[in-house]
Each structure stands twice: as C-alpha cells, then as structure tokens.
T-cell receptor, first 113, second 114 residues
C-alpha cells in the first residue's frame, strides 16, 4: 500500500518568512495530493490540492509542487502570518476511491512575531 | 462551518459504558468516513460508507460499531472501550466520482476512556 512520509515534524518561522513542508510517497500510481490544515480544536481543512498531471499549483500565499519522478511533493507558504500557525498534513491517493487516502504524520508550524 | 457536524465535541466514558458518536453532513455527498486521530500518528481510516453501504473496515475492533442510516448521517457506537481508544474521532464526507474528490472533515469528538 501507499506510504507517505512528511518532514519536518515541527517548524518555527518568523512572521513574514517562508515555510516549506515536504512529503514523499511510495506508490507511483498515486495521482492526487491534498494538503490539510488543522487548527487547535478543529478538524483538518483542505487548503490546496494537486493532481499528477500538474507540476505546480498556487493559491495566493500557498503553493504546492509535485515531482512525480522523485515521488515527492511540497507545500510552500510565503509571507507567513500568525494565523498560519497550525498542523499541516499531506496526503496521497492512488487511482480509485478516496477511501485509499494515506496521510503523513503532520507538521506543526509555529509562526512567531 | 465545515458542512460536517459532529456531536458531542467531548466525551468521557468508562470502560463499561456504551455511547454513540454522531456525524451529519450537509454537503450532499455520497460517502462518509470515520477516522481516528492519535497523538504523533497518521490519521487512521476506520470505516467507509459509500451510498450507505460499508465498503471498508480497516481491521477495527468489534467494540467500535458503525451505522449509516442514510447518506447524511453516520454513527459510531462504542462499547467496552479500552484506555488506548482515547483519541480524536473525526468524521468526513466526500463526493465519490470517477476522479478523486477531497475529504471534508468535521471538528471531531475528543474521546477519553477512563
């Protein structure tokens, strides 16, 4: 089955700096890669996703890149703000149903003033 | 609001109790899921219901019993739980199509087994 590894487990950046979170996956058939943000006391919320036919996707301050050859994908947050502080999860899914979504172990991002 | 509502938000129960977690989705989705979230572990898929039929059961102990009476509601019935079952239980929904669609999560039920 799919195996997703996520690094780092914790990340502290100063407000205004960029943050990068990296994930690798094992199943070359995986074709959908969502990223979720989980704030304290809440469930994970989808913030951006990318499909395997695209190498990069951007939505305002967040962007995701995908390298299918190396089987890794990354989340980039620019101009970080205190409200970006949360736990971020990457996930991967192969062809088929969403029931096969495999999550990384999460990255706790702390944006300091 | 997320469109997926879970109740209760917090639950403390003894090992001999019976309780139920409830999930309701207002998104018109046709699939619902139960996930377990424990500290320092990836999200663990427990059950999947597609069109109200259980399509996946990931070797979950029988002390957890799901129920999906219709496409909008999902329950997780709990009995004789163990302290290691203490965790955040997340419900999610999605629209299953030929391509992959994202999961929409509720805010979870924080379960403590004493």
């Amino acid at each position: 089955g799919e195996n997703v590894e996520q690094h780092p487990s914790t990340l502290s950046v100063q407000e205004g700096d960029s943050a990068v979170i990296k994930c690798t996956y094992s199943d070359s058939a995986s074709n959908y890669f969502p990223w979720y943000k989980q704030e304290l006391g809440k469930g994970p919320q989808l913030i951006i996703d990318i499909r395997s036919n695209v190498g990069e996707k951007k939505d305002q301050r967040i962007a995701v890149t995908l390298n299918k050859t190396a089987k890794h994908f990354s989340l980039h947050i620019t101009e970080t703000q205190p409200e970006d502080s949360a736990v971020y999860f990457c996930a991967a899914i192969g062809s088929g149903t969403a029931s096969k979504l495999t999550f990384g172990t999460g990255t706790r991002l702390q944006v300091t003033l | 609001e997320t469109g997926v509502t879970q109740t209760p938000r917090h639950l403390v129960m003894g090992m001999t109790n019976k309780k139920s977690l409830k999930c309701e989705q207002h998104l018109g989705h046709n699939a619902m899921y139960w996930y377990k979230q424990s500290a320092k572990k990836p999200l663990e898929l427990m059950f999947v219901y597609s069109l109200e039929e259980r399509v996946e059961n990931n070797s979950v102990p029988s002390r957890f019993s799901p129920e999906c009476p219709n496409s909008s509601h999902l329950f997780l019935h709990l009995h004789t739980l163990q302290p290691e079952d203490s965790a955040l239980y997340l419900c999610a929904s999605s629209q299953l199509t030929t391509g992959n669609s994202p999961l929409h999560f509720g805010n979870g039920t924080r379960l403590t087994v004493t």
